[in-house]
């Protein structure tokens, strides 16, 4: 095995990371190209792989309600680094699985290092891989460096497709004012530990908010390059005061809605919205603002965010930013293997491929390290079934899109991606045998896809032990 060429990967982020893993467990050499440590980006702070930088969360982790949760546990069952190893530094935050994110990505870096088939150089990557590098994955992210992309848009003839990503400010947990902040989940909902109240909570009466709107809309904000300009935002990382220029109610619908959660320093009074703050490390001393990704200036990001009930007196580990994130049209641009339609010994993965999320690009990580590494073994991995998470993500990215870029935007896994269920499948009576209506039969649809799908990735997993030969 030792004979073989190695797989080069550019970028050791989540998907670098889980491809490197993936293929050297597979038995084929593999060389990590990593930039940081030579040259740094504009939202890591470390050096580490697989740092995270807007959110500690894989969100939910609900594998028979939730699609992420699906590919959770499809990634576990893959015998994935990201998904174990997340959750080996897992901290409280209800039924999400959120991380302590120094730890994290340390015990990811500590275990590729250790790897017997996995080098790791720190360099730069300016430039389309040399022909003699046969079979390369570019997982560089949304940082993708500037040479780099203009090295993948030449050979491909696409312009790139960008928005911006948005990073939410961390809080020292001993400068919340707990007399007027709380501990609480939403309604109640218990996480994998148990844990009724993950989140911290601070509640707004209707004054307060309207204040905290004004001075959101009219905050200073980050002022973009003229080439920037026009770049969109992703809609599931919007920062705060771009939707709060959607209405005065719109984040009252979103991250401040005031649902499922009662104030016990008021419980009479109905709060008019809330801030939840989300445990950020293990020893619980560091808190994200959930929701609260923004572009204001530092200066106006303080101001503002004090104005919040119980963070008057807030000590900020990390303020707010925002970086731009850049990813190819890949319905016009890559097969199902992942690989480039004009030059094939190259593979992308992750979010520069159009999926949205840690979890989503780690899973792409892991799909091009795997076809990577059993073409290097002579043989063909066809793409797990559209049935799978995993598969649904990558009918979205190669095959989910007629017209290509019109319409090609990132997307967080999700039931919508996913074929229908059989009805035979789909329960539907209660255990009193009253028919299910509404919320129940809706419920009842994804648990008989949640199912499937990992009824379906374990057969696609069991095949490859015995990988079809090569034509």
Not at 64 to 83: D, T, W
Not at 138 to 162: F, H, K, M, N, Q
Not at 261 to 270: E, M, V
Not at 383 to 395: F, H, K, N, S
Request: glycine share 8%.
């Amino acid at each position: 095995m030792m004979t073989l060429k190695p797989i080069h990967i550019i970028g050791g982020g989540m998907a670098g990371s889980e491809a490197a893993w993936q293929a050297a467990n597979m038995g084929v050499p593999v060389v990590v190209h990593e930039m940081r440590g030579v040259k740094e980006t504009d939202a890591h702070q470390t050096t580490d792989l697989a740092e995270l930088v807007c959110s500690n969360s894989f969100r939910s982790d609900d594998y028979e309600l939730n699609a992420v949760g699906v590919l959770h546990q499809e990634m576990r069952l893959a015998n994935g680094i990201i998904i174990p190893t997340a959750d080996q530094h897992q901290v409280p935050a209800g039924s999400a699985l959120a991380v302590d994110r120094e730890g994290f990505a340390q015990a990811v870096t500590a275990k590729l290092d250790a790897h017997p088939l996995i080098t790791i150089v720190r360099e730069e990557i300016t430039y389309l891989p040399p022909e003699d590098w046969d079979s390369v994955i570019v997982a560089t992210g949304p940082l993708t460096s500037i040479p780099l992309a203009e090295a993948i848009r030449a050979e491909t003839g696409e312009d790139d497709l960008a928005f911006f990503d948005a990073i939410a400010p961390i809080i020292h947990l001993d400068s919340i004012d707990m007399t007027k902040a709380w501990r609480q989940s939403r309604y109640d909902k218990p996480g994998p530990h148990g844990d009724t109240a993950a989140y911290i909570n601070c509640a707004m009466n209707e004054a307060e908010y309207n204040a905290f709107m004004d001075a959101l809309i009219d905050g200073e904000k980050t002022e973009f390059k003229d080439w920037e300009k026009d770049t969109p935002y992703f809609e599931g990382c919007l920062p705060i005061e771009v939707m709060a220029e959607r209405g005065r109610e719109t984040l009252r619908f979103g991250p401040m809605k005031p649902v499922g959660l009662t104030n016990p320093h008021s419980p009479d009074i109905k709060s008019h919205a809330i801030v939840q703050l989300r445990q950020d490390n293990a020893l619980g001393t560091l808190w994200n603002m959930v929701g609260f990704q923004t572009k204001l200036k530092y200066g106006a990001q303080t101001d503002i965010f004090r104005m919040i009930p119980g963070l008057e007196n807030a000590q900020f580990a990390r303020l707010g930013g925002i970086h731009r994130n850049t990813f190819i049209n890949s319905p016009n641009l890559l097969n199902h293997q992942l690989q480039l339609k004009s030059l094939p010994r190259i593979r992308f993965a992750g979010q520069i491929t159009g999926v949205e999320g840690y979890v989503e690009s780690a899973a792409m990580g892991l799909l091009a390290g795997r076809f990577a590494a059993a073409e290097r073994l002579g043989a063909h991995l066809p793409p797990p079934p559209a049935t799978t998470a995993l598969g649904a993500l990558i009918e979205h990215i190669t095959g989910g899109h007629m017209d290509g870029k019109k319409t090609f935007q990132p997307m967080n896994v999700n039931f919508g991606l996913f074929p229908p269920a059989n009805p035979d499948e789909v329960q539907t009576k209660d255990e009193h045998g009253k028919r299910l209506r509404g919320k129940d039969k809706g419920r009842a649809k994804k648990r008989a896809q949640a199912a499937r799908a990992l009824r379906d990735v374990q057969t696609w997993l069991e095949a490859q032990q015995t990988p079809v030969a090569a034509e």
